[in-house]
């Protein structure tokens, strides 16, 4: 079982607390209607699957219930480093050499 | 390739066992290809299989990055069944149904298929409508598929509980008399031995890094970790890493991957006659030909390839299994072990021409590809033999997530996902 640090309540919780949202950082259209098939095939359908550092959405549910982002590796299943919903995508990974 | 047959075990039998010859040889990769496949497990194998006895195609290589059927193929809980509820569904795991039977004389080897009946228990009144719909959906696909009342579930499976006092008591269920189990290893085997037999290079220890492309896009072939293989044409039967090899020739996927976990007890005596499933408690139990209980658990939540999973998964299932199984409640478990499936949206395969020429793609069987095996083979080596889908597959397109032509198993599976 993973243990995943909920950045709202700034503590480490057992999995069974949390649920996984999927990937992060697809923006919903604001026109969704107006979509091309294409689009909306790349927002709902198309996943980047990563073998290695994802980005994804979790929510702690069994907490606060507020949903947060974070970066895992897909392969050791170890977390990067979480943060708040809203924040930017990390442009720098704690502990990457580049 | 020397037949099996028992003439052949009394002659082995005469002379120490020292003429049994290799089931499989493992030649140096030759520079170019007709075909490549990627991925040896069951699908991967089967299809080389097939592209060599039906269309005649044998200057095939199939690329493994590990050893042969060491992924998913042997991983599973080698349920097979066909009870699923679409048209599109039915056609695919059916036309597999009747491959597995025939399927030992037909490779010369014993996959042990054993039709000993799936049944699938219902618990509460959601459940019934759920079975008996599938049960007619069946029927009017020609798919057998029976509906017992809790009492005849109980002869056909002793050790099931069927006692009101149950929190989930079983309220009746359906059963597929032609579903049952196969042995995993040897349906690789098998295929490996009959498409090693008819020339088709298998070249294990050997992953693909990178999937080349001509100027106008077409497929050239495989980067590999003993170097570039050229082919004109390349099928993706990679499961848990399909997206991967995909992303690899520029094309994005509908996939996650997830790990699933299975585990066995310890071995003891016949028990547990049928396959028994269920999926309001989430579990599904088979027994062995070497006695040990063969349990499914399901999938963790998050896209993972690690192939281990959360124990609380294993102790869910076990909870179920208990439940539905008091007898069991003091058996030991001996091993468990994760296995990477991938996932599509509606929870139907993908098999299919990708939009770049020349190559294919076999993937998206997630949490039950096993028993397809012998189907999927064949309709896939059709579609890159005749660069055409047969009609069997030709619903399980890539485009079905633009168009929204889906095949929506995920809400009508018969199993939990």
């Known amino acids: 079982m993973l243990l995943i640090r909920c950045p709202y309540c700034e503590e480490e919780r057992p999995e069974l607390e949390f649920r996984n949202a999927g990937e992060a950082h697809i923006a919903r259209s604001a026109n969704m209607a107006g979509e091309s098939d294409d689009d909306f095939e790349k927002f709902f359908f198309i996943r980047s699957n990563p073998k290695g550092i994802i980005y994804e959405r979790w929510r702690h549910i069994h907490g606060c219930a507020r949903f947060f982002n974070a970066v895992r590796d897909t392969v050791t299943d170890k977390f990067v480093m979480t943060y708040k919903a809203g924040e930017p995508k990390p442009a720098k990974l704690p502990g990457a050499s580049k | 390739m020397k037949k099996y047959s028992v003439f052949a075990i009394a002659r082995e039998a005469m002379r120490g066992h020292k003429g049994w010859e290799e089931q499989w040889s493992s030649p140096e990769p030759k520079k170019e290809y007709d075909v490549i496949i990627v991925g040896a497990g069951g699908h991967g194998l089967a299809t080389a299989y097939y592209l060599a006895t039906v269309h005649g195609i044998t200057n095939v290589a199939v690329l493994e990055k590990g050893w042969l059927g060491g992924g998913n193929t042997g991983r599973n809980t080698t349920i097979i069944r066909s009870n699923y509820l679409y048209d599109e569904s039915a056609g695919i795991y059916d036309h597999a149904l009747k491959l597995w039977d025939g399927l030992s004389q037909e490779l010369n080897y014993n996959v042990m298929y054993s039709a000993r009946g799936v049944m699938m228990l219902a618990h509460n009144v959601h459940d019934i409508q759920v079975l008996k719909r599938h049960v007619h959906a069946n029927r009017l696909n020609g798919i057998d598929n029976e509906w017992l009342t809790p009492e005849q579930a109980k002869e056909f499976c002793p050790p099931l509980n069927i006692s009101r006092q149950a929190r989930y008591p079983v309220v009746g269920a359906a059963l597929q008399r032609r579903g049952g189990t196969a042995r995993h290893d040897a349906v690789a085997w098998g295929y490996a031995r009959g498409a090693s037999a008819r020339g088709v290079h298998i070249i294990q220890n050997c992953e693909v890094t990178g999937v080349k492309r001509a100027a106008n896009g077409a497929v050239m072939g495989v980067d590999t970790t003993r170097g570039f293989i050229g082919a004109k044409k390349v099928g993706v039967v990679a499961a848990g890493h399909s997206s991967v090899i995909m992303n690899m020739a520029g094309v994005r996927m509908p996939l996650e991957s997830y790990p699933l976990q299975a585990l066995v007890s310890e071995p003891v005596k016949p028990v547990v006659p049928c396959v028994v499933m269920s ?33 609380h998964i294993l102790q869910h299932t076990l909870d179920a299994i208990c439940e539905m199984f008091p007898i069991f409640t003091r058996m030991k478990m001996l091993r468990s072990w994760g296995g990477i499936v991938d996932v599509t949206p509606d929870r139907s395969p993908i098999l299919a021409k990708t939009p770049v020429p020349g190559l294919y793609v076999n993937c998206g069987w997630g949490t039950g590809g096993f028993k397809a095996t012998p189907g999927s083979g064949h309709v896939f080596a059709h579609t890159i033999a005749k660069d055409d889908p047969h009609p069997i597959n030709a619903p399980f397109t890539i485009e079905r997530f633009r168009t929204g032509r889906l095949i929506d198993e995920a809400a009508a599976a018969a199993v939990a996902h």
């Open chain 2, 279 to 311: 999926n309001t408690v989430h579990a599904y139990i088979s027994q062995s030909d070497k006695g040990e209980l063969v349990i499914g658990a399901g999938t963790d939540q998050y896209v993972s390839y690690s192939q281990t999973g959360g124990l």
